[in-house]
C-alpha cells in the first residue's frame, strides 16, 4: 500500500470520539511517545517551534476535569440547567487522559521582535501551528485506535490548570484533547459537495 494511500485512510479515520473509556489499547508510554514524534516533527513559521504540551493520566486527567466541572458551575449558577453540562464533563473524566495544548508566548514576542515586519501575523501563524499538533496528534491516536475529541474550555479554566501543573506563566492554553479507548465509533459524517469547498485553474 502506497503512503499516500496509508495517509488517507488515517484521515478518514480519525473522527471525533465522544464515548470513551479509560482502558487504554496501549501504554501510557506509547502514547508519550507519539506526543515526543509529533513535537519533533510537525512544522512551525519560521521553524519558532512554539508549540508546548502536558499529557495528564490518571488523577491528573480527572482533576482536570473536576476543575473544568468546578468552574463552570460557578459560571451557569443554575443547577437544572448545568445537568446536560455536568453529563458532557463526566464524559471526558471518563476517559483515559488530556493533552493539554499551549502556544509560548515569549516565543511568539520574540519572533515580532526578530522579524517586526511580521509582527501582526506571528499570533496568527502560532495559532495554526499548534492546531497543526492537534491534528497530528489526534490522527496518530487514531492509527493506533485510541479515540479522541478536541475541547476548548480555555481561557476560563487558564488560571487553575497553570496554579495545578505549575504551567509557565508565558504558556497560553489553547485546547484539550481527551483520548482513551473508544467505547463507542462515530456515526456517519456528511460532506458538502466539493464542488463548493474547492477550485481548481490551470488543470
Known amino acids: 500500500m502506497s503512503d499516500l494511500k496509508v495517509l488517507q485512510q488515517l484521515a478518514e479515520k480519525r473522527r471525533s470520539i465522544y464515548a470513551l473509556s479509560d482502558q487504554l489499547p496501549v501504554s501510557n508510554d506509547e502514547v ?6 509529533a513535537i519533533l516533527h510537525t512544522p512551525s513559521s519560521f ?5 508546548r504540551i502536558v499529557v495528564l493520566f490518571g488523577d491528573d486527567h480527572k482533576k482536570l476535569w473536576d476543575i473544568t466541572e468546578e468552574t463552570l458551575r460557578v459560571i451557569v449558577g443554575d443547577e437544572e440547567a448545568f445537568k446536560s453540562t455536568e453529563g458532557k464533563i463526566a464524559g ?16 511568539v514576542r520574540g ?3 526578530a522579524a517586526p515586519l511580521y509582527a501582526d501575523n506571528f499570533p496568527i501563524w502560532s495559532t495554526q501551528t499548534n492546531a497543526m499538533h492537534q491534528y497530528v496528534i489526534w490522527t496518530a491516536l487514531a492509527s493506533i485506535d485510541v479515540g479522541a475529541n478536541l475541547q476548548h474550555y480555555n481561557p476560563i479554566i487558564d488560571e487553575r490548570v497553570a ?7 508565558d504558556w497560553e492554553l489553547k485546547a484539550q484533547m ?3 479507548a473508544i467505547a463507542q465509533p462515530a456515526g456517519d459524517k456528511e460532506f458538502k459537495p466539493l464542488d463548493e469547498r474547492m477550485k481548481v485553474f490551470g488543470a
Open 32 to 37: 508519550v511517545k507519539l506526543v515526543e514524534h
Open 178 to 180: 481527551v483520548f482513551g
Open 111 to 113: 519572533m515580532q521582535e
Open 92 to 107: 471526558f473524566r471518563a476517559g483515559a487522559g488530556t493533552v493539554l495544548f499551549f502556544e509560548d508566548q515569549g516565543v
Open 47 to 51: 521553524n519558532s517551534q512554539s508549540t
Open 163 to 169: 496554579s495545578a501543573w505549575n504551567i509557565d506563566a
